[in-house]
């Protein structure tokens, strides 16, 4: 899943107008690649253009996607070791309280 949405709904919702848009932009160069052959090279241009761009892209989800586990696994440990830490200081204190 790419993010935190409002509803389980809006994921498919999102796939279907990725769907969409991709279809209409592939019925369009056909379109282009068509009626006019003078545009071909700039058609297979911009479809390179738009691979790289897509390639590059889901590169930096993988990458920020493994970067933000990393953080949190750190996180989640430091939280276990704080949350270890506090539980040892009341314990100590109930026992203190205890002992008056």
Request: hydrophobic share 55%.
């Given at each position: 899943m790419d993010g935190v949405y409002a509803s389980?709904?809006?994921?498919?919702?999102?796939?279907f107008f990725k769907?969409?848009?991709?279809?209409?932009?592939l019925f369009f160069g056909l379109f282009v690649w068509n009626v006019f052959p003078d545009f071909?090279?700039?058609?297979s241009s911009i479809l390179a253009a738009a691979f790289v761009c897509y390639a590059l892209s889901v590169i930096v989800e993988v990458t920020v996607k493994r970067v933000?586990?990393?953080?949190?696994?750190?996180l989640h440990s430091r939280l276990e070791m704080l949350d270890r830490k506090v539980t040892?200081?009341?314990?100590?204190a109930l026992e203190q309280?205890?002992?008056r």
């Amino acid at each position: 899943m790419d993010g935190v949405y409002a509803s389980p709904g809006s994921f498919e919702m999102r796939t279907f107008f990725k769907v969409v848009v991709w279809i209409a932009a592939l019925f369009f160069g056909l379109f282009v690649w068509n009626v006019f052959p003078d545009f071909r090279p700039l058609v297979s241009s911009i479809l390179a253009a738009a691979f790289v761009c897509y390639a590059l892209s889901v590169i930096v989800e993988v990458t920020v996607k493994r970067v933000m586990s990393d953080e949190q696994l750190e996180l989640h440990s430091r939280l276990e070791m704080l949350d270890r830490k506090v539980t040892a200081i009341l314990r100590d204190a109930l026992e203190q309280r205890r002992l008056r």
